[in-house]
């Protein structure tokens, strides 16, 4: 049985006119393998040897201890009480393995996508931008919409309820309608409580949302990757647009962001 990368190699040489004797010296394997493998176009099927670690049979008691918050030494002398005989750093280990497994299970996100007109996306980044000798602050707001990744991008100087509503409002314009659903993070000018259970929303927000008839959803606290489609794209308006720019007036860039996104928007 050859590896799955020395069954390619001979394909993939054999595929470029080199003989099977040429392929054969060149992989360190028989003459014979090489014709065998030529005539299976099925590559070889693997058997994975199965490690048992000698703590597996314990794992759902070291959960519930880590659970209970057990440390390693307790863990240990609990597990030695029910027939464990080996070391303790080999509970440490296992138990390092349990909570590293446990911590990357929490980070995994699962990519989804929604159907046109269900869901949109917004959210807003700082930039320091030299104009007129000076550098000033502005807000890159974006909305997005989830389906098709069509984008809206404009600027505003503060960052209040009012200026991110009208930001959203002038995207609902540009698009020309809204998704039914929108996604936000949780800054105090849309969110002033979240709690992953409760939701209290700033009063000018709601209203804003209860007059479009829009259903918010604000992503996971310190999980913004919840609106992943609205996060890397000001990564693009960064590096392609705004570093590196100097301008004479601020109001110089409402032509260039409209420039921006329309060129953006004809990307595939």
């Known amino acids: 049985m050859i590896s799955m990368y020395k069954w390619y190699e001979v394909k993939r040489l054999k ?3 080199i003989g099977i004797k040429t ?3 060149k992989l360190k394997i028989s003459k014979n393998t090489v014709k065998k493998y030529l005539k299976d176009p099925n590559p070889p099927i693997l058997n994975k040897r199965e490690y048992v670690k000698s703590l ?9 201890m880590i659970e209970n918050e057990y440390i390693g030494t307790r863990i240990y002398e609990e597990l030695k009480n029910i027939g464990f005989s080996g070391s303790l750093s080999t509970v440490h280990r296992y138990i390092n393995s349990i909570k590293e497994t446990a911590k990357i299970n929490k980070k995994m996100t699962t990519r989804f996508e929604t159907d046109p007109g269900e869901q949109m996306q917004y959210d807003w980044t ?3 931008l030299p104009a007129a000798g000076k550098k000033i602050r502005i807000y890159v707001h974006e909305l997005v919409l989830s389906f098709s990744r069509k984008k809206y991008y404009t600027y505003s100087l503060s960052i209040t309820a009012k200026d991110i509503i009208r930001a959203i409002v002038n995207g609902i314009e540009f698009f020309g309608g809204f998704a039914k659903e929108l996604i936000i993070d949780n800054p105090k000018q849309m969110i002033l409580f979240h709690n992953d259970i409760v939701i209290r929303y700033n009063d000018e927000f709601l209203r804003f949302l209860g007059l479009y008839g829009i259903k918010s959803e604000p992503c996971v606290n ?3 990757r919840t609106k992943g489609k609205v996060e890397r794209p000001f990564f693009y308006i960064k590096e392609h647009l705004l570093r590196g720019l100097e301008l ?3 109001l110089e860039l409402d032509n260039l962001i409209i ?3 329309e060129n953006y928007n004809k990307r595939i």
Do not use: C, H, P
Request: glycine residues 4%; aromatic residues 18%.
């Open 248 to 250: 004479n007036d601020i």
């Open 259 to 261: 420039q921006f996104t």
């Open 56 to 64: 597996d049979e314990y794992e759902i008691n070291i959960k519930d």
């Open 15 to 17: 595929s470029l006119g």
């Open 126 to 128: 700082v930039w320091f």
């Open 222 to 224: 310190y999980r913004a």
């Open 23 to 25: 392929i054969a010296r």
